[in-house]
């Protein structure tokens, strides 16, 4: 099942999301669901809060949705040993025609359970890194909008203004 990305401005991507405790039946139904919304909104990794979930959950194949050949399930993950510097031009199914210029480690070690609960660590470098560092950030409350400068910001916002004026003179 297709779901419906929540998009900025909306509180539920600022807030800081809850440890999950178990992998329930329940919880394995929402990962297929978010592992196919990320592949057929030509994502390269979601965060549970991006489809309304606040809980610790993120999904990653930095292989794409045409390949879909290194997917990864991440509960409660945590970034140990990062190493290294690098600035990347990221964007967000979020934060519709926005992209920005982020600070981001170049490595780093990622722990966590997959979708069985098992315990997984791996060092990550790349794309691969900067898509967990993107995704993590999701679940501490924190979007690329906030990584933008100050006006780049306010242009954002602008925009989005805008939008929704249109949308409702539309409606
Ligand atoms: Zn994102």
Redesign the pocket.
């Known amino acids: 099942m297709l779901l419906e990305i929540v998009k900025y401005p909306d509180p539920r991507l600022a807030k800081k999301c809850a440890e999950v405790a178990e992998v329930t039946p329940e919880l394995r139904g929402l990962i297929e669901n978010m592992v196919q919304t990320m592949y057929e909104k030509d994502g390269v ?1 979601l ?1 549970a809060p ?1 489809i309304g979930h606040n809980i610790r959950l993120i999904t990653v194949d930095d292989t794409g949705p045409k390949e879909r050949k290194a997917l990864r399930v991440l509960i409660n993950p945590v970034i140990v040993d990062p190493e290294g510097e690098k600035e990347s031009e990221e964007s ?4 519709p025609s926005f992209s920005t210029k982020i600070k981001r480690k170049e490595t780093l070690t990622l722990k966590a359970q997959d979708d069985k609960g098992q315990d997984v660590c791996f060092r990550a470098e790349g794309l691969l890194a900067v898509i967990l560092q ?2 993590i950030d ?1 679940l501490n409350g924190m ?2 909008v906030d990584h933008a400068g100050r006006l780049k910001r306010a242009m954002y916002d602008k925009k989005i203004a805008k939008w929704r004026k249109n949308q409702d003179q539309k409606s």
Do not use: D, K, N, R
């Open positions: 990794g965060a991006q967000c199914l979020s934060v993107h995704e999701h979007t690329i």
